[in-house]
């Protein structure tokens, strides 16, 4: 008889929908964060014996929120597993606006969730989904509901299930991973035992490119993941091809190759020089457009960030001081910022607008911070950080609040953003 409960429980919430967004005030991107949802996420109940695996989903789902910067996430007091055992006044004069509750089972060797979101001032369900999962997947259902709430609430895409991509090991004997976006399920994806650098995740999120000198010279190369990683070396010439990234459509490739800026297909070949300067030219960030390129040069003295359009015209300056590297691009058009970063008595994160003006320091912590990569929606910024000792990935929001520490263990730098 409990085991329909549960079921009918779920048949009653799936499908449920509503747009509560407009409740929410989304901040500026330069400004703070003004206000913060709160959301109350109690322990779910169990239908049967209890098992760790409910507690793990729950603790996921509160730790995505949180991390989502937009959200004051609360825990505690009694578990809630269906809309009858809900007092919504008492939470709602507890000053909570969201509530995320709901049910699970253990049937056999597999994990059974209901779990709902309520606008609490309303006093209604506005989401609802189930998730059959073995217990090596829990923390993939609950990410799953987390972007779906993030999206009903704010209009947000959320960014929970994606992956990220990065570079482990010491300065010559390094390698490529992958994580989930919160440093857990860590895969080892190549072994080359090299100087490896600058990974950059396709578009699509299939395939990924990056520069090693596993072969005499720094050289690109591309994996594609799957089941199976597929390997495959892109350059064979004495040119040093070095930080390649795909265009937005997925079609062409910028990279820098003894000191220009060069774009091709995604095969390599016909390779067209944009720069052709005496400086050096590394870095290639695209505008979410695909129209314009920017990189670091360091024809005025130190390395500065410029920008072109995509065929080499149009070049311009627009940082104005200090030694400037890492340029990274928002694929967010709403946003349009480039992240990098300055060596100024240490190493630290900025945005700026393509016009040069704007610019906002995001990091002051100690050590240095490299590397921003945006995530898909372009509004957070993953980045290596050595400011707890060791190097390690971390994520922040556009405008450098809410920074987290995503891995641990040290050695991890270049972060990519893989979906």
Same mark, same amino acid.
């Given at each position: ?54 507690? =793990? ?34 939470? @709602?004069? &507890? ?18 969730? &209901? ?24 923390? =993939? ?13 704010? +209009? ?8 990220? &991509? ?128 920017? @990189? ?17 015209? +149009? ?28 060596? =100024?008595?240490? &190493? ?29 929606? +372009? ?41």
């Amino acid at each position: 008889m409990v085991y329909r409960v549960l079921f009918l429980t779920i048949a009653l919430f799936i499908g449920i929908s509503g747009t509560s967004f407009s409740q929410i005030r989304l901040p500026d991107v330069t400004g703070p964060i003004v206000q913060k949802l709160p959301v109350f996420i109690p322990d779910l109940s169990s239908v049967g014996p209890s098992n760790p695996k409910g507690r =793990e989903f729950v603790e996921v789902l509160r730790n995505d929120l949180q991390n989502a910067a937009l959200f004051d996430v609360s825990s505690g007091g009694a578990t809630i597993g269906n809309h009858n055992n809900i007092n919504f006044q008492a939470i @709602f004069d &507890a000053g909570v606006d969201y509530l995320i509750a709901g049910q699970y089972q253990t049937v056999g060797n597999k994990i059974k969730f &209901a779990v709902q979101l309520y606008n609490v001032k309303e006093e209604r369900p506005i989401l609802g989904r189930s998730y059959v999962a073995t217990p090596g997947r829990v923390r =993939e259902a609950a990410h799953k509901f987390a972007d779906l709430a993030m999206k009903q609430i704010t +209009g947000k895409e959320g960014f929970f299930t994606a992956k990220i &991509a990065f570079v482990l090991g010491s300065r010559s004997k390094r390698n490529l991973f992958l994580m989930d976006y919160d440093g857990f399920n860590k895969r080892q994806l190549t072994r080359h035992n090299s100087l490896l650098m600058s990974p950059d995740c396709s578009p699509d999120g299939r395939q990924i490119i990056f520069n090693s000198d596993k072969v005499w010279d720094q050289d690109l190369y591309i994996i594609t993941l799957g089941s199976k990683i597929k390997e495959r070396r892109l350059t064979r010439a004495f040119k040093l091809e070095q930080s390649a990234e795909w265009s937005p459509s997925g079609k062409q490739l910028a990279f820098s190759a003894n000191g220009d800026i060069y774009v091709s297909g995604i095969s390599g070949k016909g390779a067209r020089n944009l720069t052709r300067s005496h400086s050096i030219d590394v870095s290639p960030a695209w505008s979410p457009d695909g129209s314009k390129i920017a @990189f670091v040069s360091d024809r005025s003295g130190n390395p500065q960030i410029y920008v072109m359009n995509s065929n080499g015209s +149009g070049l311009r300056r627009i940082t104005s001081s200090g030694y400037n590297t890492d340029p990274s691009w928002s694929p967010n058009r709403d946003v349009n910022k480039i992240a990098f970063v300055r060596v =100024e008595g240490g &190493a630290n994160i900025y945005t700026i607008d393509p016009s040069g003006g704007g610019e906002q320091r995001l990091t002051f912590s100690g050590g240095r911070n490299e590397n921003p990569a945006w995530s898909p929606d +372009g509004y957070y910024i993953a980045f290596s950080s050595s400011r707890a000792g060791a190097k390690d990935i971390y994520l922040m929001y556009v405008n450098g609040e809410n920074q987290v520490r995503l891995s641990q263990g040290g050695g991890k730098t270049f972060p990519t953003w893989c979906k």
